[in-house]
C-alpha cells in the first residue's frame, strides 16, 4: 500500500510540473510579443505623427502587425495545446502507473500464493507420508513343525474326519499336544472362542487390515480379549479341539486374512 502511494505521488508531481513549466514559458511568449506589439505601434504612431511613414511603409506596419497578432493568437493556441497534450500525458501516465501498480500486486500476490501453495503442498506431503507409513508385517511361523495340509481355496482337498472333499482356508502344522503356540506378529487379540468347526480359537488383528487365526488349541490361558501382543509372545498350546479334523494328528490350524478374506499363508511366513 504504500509502495503504490509512493508512485501515485511521484507521478502527480511530474504532471504537475510539467503543466507549470508550459504555462510559464507560453506566458513568458506572450508577454514578449505583447511589449514588442507596444513598441512597434508608438513607432507607427510616432511616424505617422511625424508624417514621414510613406503608403508603403504602413502596409507593410500594418502586415507586419497583423504578423504580431497572428503570432501572439498562435502562441496561445500553442498553450492551449500543451496544457491539453499535458493532461493526456497525465491521463497515459496515470494509466501506466495503474498497470505498473496492478503488475507489482499481482506479482507479491502470486509470490504469496507460491509460497502458501508450497506451503501446503509440503504440509500435506509430510502429513500423507505420516499417514500412509505402515510398518512392514513379517509374519512368523507360529510353532515349529511340518505343514501337513496346504491352503485350497481353489480348489478341493480330501477331510479324513468328513471322508470328504472339501476346501481348506488355512495350513495345518503338525506339533505335539501342549505345544507352545506364539503370534506370528504384533497385534491386538481381537477374540478367543470356541469355533464349531475349529475348536478353541484366538484371533489377532494387525496393521494394514490383516488377522491371524489360532485354532484347534488346547488352551489360550497366556493371553486375554483386547490385550497387546508382540512378535514371538506365547499366546496358546496345540491341541485337537477342531470338530471337522478330530480324526487327523495334533496339529495348529493357522490362518490369514487380509481385508476378511483368507489368504495362503505360506506367501505371507518369512
Known amino acids: 500500500m504504500k509502495k503504490d502511494i509512493h508512485l501515485k505521488n511521484i507521478g502527480e508531481k511530474n504532471i504537475n510540473d510539467k503543466i507549470i513549466s508550459y504555462v510559464v514559458m507560453g506566458a513568458i511568449v506572450v508577454a514578449i510579443i505583447i511589449i514588442s506589439l507596444l513598441l512597434y505601434s508608438q513607432k507607427i504612431n510616432k511616424d505617422v505623427k511625424d508624417e514621414t511613414m510613406t503608403l508603403d511603409q504602413m502596409t507593410d506596419a500594418i502586415g507586419k502587425t497583423n504578423e504580431i497578432v497572428e503570432e501572439a493568437e498562435s502562441a496561445s493556441t500553442e498553450i492551449g495545446k500543451t496544457v491539453e497534450e499535458a ?14 501498480t496492478q503488475n507489482i500486486n499481482s506479482k507479491e500476490s502470486m509470490e504469496s500464493s507460491n509460497v502458501d501453495t508450497n506451503t501446503t503442498k509440503n504440509g500435506t ?6 499417514t500412509t507409513e505402515v510398518k512392514e508385517l513379517s509374519f512368523e511361523t507360529p510353532v515349529e513343525g511340518e505343514i501337513v495340509r496346504e491352503f485350497a481355496q481353489d480348489n478341493l482337498i480330501y477331510s479324513e474326519t468328513l471322508e470328504e472333499w472339501v476346501t481348506h482356508s488355512g495350513i495345518d502344522i503338525k506339533a505335539d499336544k501342549t505345544t507352545v503356540i506364539k503370534a506370528a506378529e504384533a497385534g491386538v487379540v481381537k477374540s478367543i472362542k470356541n469355533d464349531p468347526r475349529y475348536g478353541l480359537t ?4 494387525h496393521d494394514d487390515t490383516f488377522q491371524t487365526v489360532y485354532s484347534n488349541l488346547l488352551t489360550s490361558e497366556f493371553v486375554v ?4 501382543v508382540e512378535k514371538g509372545q506365547s499366546i496358546g498350546t496345540v491341541g485337537n479341539s ?5 480324526a487327523d494328528e495334533p496339529h495348529l490350524h493357522f490362518e490369514i486374512l487380509k481385508d ?3 489368504v495362503d499363508p505360506s506367501i505371507y511366513i518369512k
Open 242 to 246: 477342531a470338530v471337522f479334523e478330530i
Open 87 to 100: 493532461q493526456e500525458e497525465e491521463k497515459e501516465e496515470n494509466i501506466i502507473q495503474n498497470q505498473t
Open 202 to 205: 484366538i484371533v489377532i488383528e
Open 225 to 228: 480379549e483386547g490385550e497387546n
Open 125 to 130: 506431503s509430510e502429513e500423507n507420508l505420516k
Open 260 to 262: 476378511s478374506i483368507a
